[in-house]
């Protein structure tokens, strides 16, 4: 009897392993030797680049990888391996292929060629579909950007308005490398509608100079409204000093090169930019003590280098970081000594509506109440600011209520 339960609990062993599926993967092996098999077995490599902290990672594990269809496929079309990036020969593989966030999906051919990629978790019949575009050469990336890099400037144009849209990972990329063979963007509209409409960062230092330098070109030929233009550039400056300044093998960043770099190209706009990036890198890694100083230091404005609008857009986006009572007085402070030389008659609308911000983020409704009563009473209040405190004065009221 003995006997025959341990047949069948083997028998249901066996049953376990062949029903469940799963991407059979090699972890970490020796990289030139993944390369020698996909050549021999004409096959893609699908590499999952992954770290032991990332949360998503373990999420594709558990929920794709097991997927039925996804594990069939990817068995029978791929030869399939895992790097841990931060780890033996991952932190090579890292720097060569350029990952930086996590997971990334590379799809890379025998020559070491990557040919398709996606970033971040992916659903299981996303993630199917990308496999099969990826053994689709006219389909998958490295088909789509041959054909692209051959487009003239208002295809392309319309190409990455489309990628934009669609939220397309690869599209960055491919735009700076069409760039990069079209410098002369000042006098082609669609160039330079490539530029202010669907990139993130420029391919290099010398094309964001030559938007600096000749602003007035770039608005007369592209037709833009200067102010939208300015704060466009401001993005695009700010976007390359981090790219620039950022250690792509550590990830760790220099901030004085990221603040000497925006000074060069934005020196206007480099003070409140700066001050403003480097308390939320401080900020995003939990850094308070590095980041008030500088909070605090902005506060006081005793040069009158940032205006009345970049006082209170640091302090709305920061003060609720700095709850303490002194912390939140000087806050406010600022904001009520700041000496406003325009439209006296909307000072206390404001000022008020600065604190308003402030306390709705920190959950303060004694505080908020009071503050958003007064720009109710305020004459010189939008009348949709007004109603819009009315109706959340009203939900705390019945929330309160009940």
């Given at each position: 009897?003995m006997k025959r339960?341990?047949i069948t609990?083997?028998?249901?062993?066996?049953?376990?392993?062949?029903?469940?599926?799963?991407?059979k993967?090699?972890?970490?092996p020796?990289w030139?030797?993944v390369?020698?098999k996909?050549k021999e077995?004409n096959?893609?490599?699908?590499f999952?680049?992954?770290?032991?902290?990332?949360?998503?990672?373990?999420?594709?594990?558990?929920?794709?990888y097991?997927?039925?269809?996804?594990?069939?496929?990817?068995n029978?079309k791929?030869i399939?391996?895992?790097?841990n990036?931060?780890a033996?020969e991952?932190?090579?593989l890292a720097i060569?292929?350029?990952v930086?966030?996590?997971?990334a999906s590379l799809?890379i051919?025998g020559?070491?060629?990557v040919v398709?990629?996606s970033l971040?978790?992916?659903e299981?019949p996303?993630?199917?579909?990308?496999?099969?575009?990826?053994?689709n050469?006219?389909l998958?990336?490295?088909g789509?950007?041959?054909?692209?890099?051959?487009?003239?400037?208002?295809d392309f144009?319309?190409?990455g308005a489309?990628?934009?849209?669609?939220?397309?990972?690869?599209?960055?990329l491919?735009?700076r490398?069409y760039?990069?063979?079209h410098?002369?963007v000042?006098?082609d509209?669609?160039l330079?509608?490539?530029i202010?409409?669907?990139?993130?960062?420029?391919?290099?230092?010398?094309m964001l100079?030559?938007?600096?330098?000749?602003?007035?070109?770039?608005?007369?030929?592209?037709?833009y409204?200067?102010?939208?233009f300015?704060?466009?550039l401001?993005g695009?400056?700010?976007s390359?000093?981090?790219e620039a300044?950022?250690?792509?093998?550590?990830?760790d960043?220099?901030?004085?090169?990221?603040?000497?770099?925006l000074?060069?190209?934005?020196?206007?706009?480099?003070?409140f930019?700066?001050?403003?990036?480097?308390i939320?890198?401080y900020l995003r890694r939990n850094?308070?003590d590095?980041?008030?100083?500088?909070y605090?230091?902005?506060l006081?404005?005793k040069d009158?280098?940032?205006?009345?609008n970049?006082?209170?857009?640091?302090?709305?986006?920061?003060a609720?970081?700095?709850?303490?009572?002194?912390q939140?007085?000087?806050s406010?402070s600022?904001?009520?000594?700041?000496?406003?030389?325009?439209a006296?008659?909307?000072?206390?609308?404001?000022?008020?509506?600065?604190r308003v911000?402030?306390?709705?983020k920190?959950?303060?409704?004694?505080?908020?109440?009071?503050?958003?009563?007064?720009?109710?009473q305020?004459?010189?209040a939008?009348?949709?600011?007004?109603?819009?405190?009315?109706?959340t004065l009203?939900?705390?009221e019945?929330?309160e209520g009940?």
């Open positions: 009897m339960i341990s609990i083997c028998l249901l062993v066996m049953a376990l392993q062949v029903f469940s599926s799963e991407i993967f090699q972890e970490n020796k030139e030797s390369l020698k996909a077995e096959k893609l490599i699908f999952n680049a992954y770290t032991t902290w990332c949360t998503f990672c373990k999420k594709m594990d558990a929920e794709v097991t997927n039925d269809d996804v594990a069939t496929y990817y029978d791929f399939n391996v895992k790097y990036m931060e033996g991952g932190i090579m060569k292929y350029n930086r966030s996590y997971p799809y051919d020559d070491g060629n398709h990629k971040g978790f992916i299981s996303v993630f199917l579909e990308n496999g099969k575009v990826a053994n050469p006219d998958r990336w490295s789509v950007r041959e054909k692209a890099l051959k487009m003239s400037p208002k144009f319309e190409f489309s990628a934009v849209k669609n939220g397309d990972q690869d599209y960055d491919i735009a490398e760039l990069s063979k410098p002369d000042l006098a509209k669609h330079l509608d490539i202010v409409q669907t990139v993130n960062v420029l391919p290099n230092d010398k100079k030559l938007l600096v330098n000749n602003k007035e070109q770039v608005i007369k030929v592209g037709g409204d200067p102010g939208e300015e704060i466009r401001t695009l400056a700010v390359y000093a981090i300044s950022t250690n792509v093998i550590t990830g960043q220099d901030l004085a090169k990221f603040n000497e770099l000074n060069s190209y934005i020196p206007e706009k480099a003070y930019t700066s001050n403003y990036y480097t939320e890198y850094l308070e590095e980041a008030y100083p500088i605090a230091k902005f006081e404005n009158q280098k940032s205006s009345f970049e006082l209170s857009n640091m302090v709305i986006a920061f609720s970081n700095f709850p303490k009572e002194d939140l007085q000087k406010f600022a904001i009520e000594n700041y000496p406003i030389k325009e006296k008659d909307t000072d206390n609308f404001q000022k008020n509506l600065v911000l402030v306390y709705l920190l959950h303060d409704e004694a505080n908020f109440k009071i503050y958003a009563n007064k720009i109710i305020d004459p010189n939008p009348k949709e600011l007004k109603s819009q405190l009315e109706n009203d939900q705390i019945s929330e009940q």
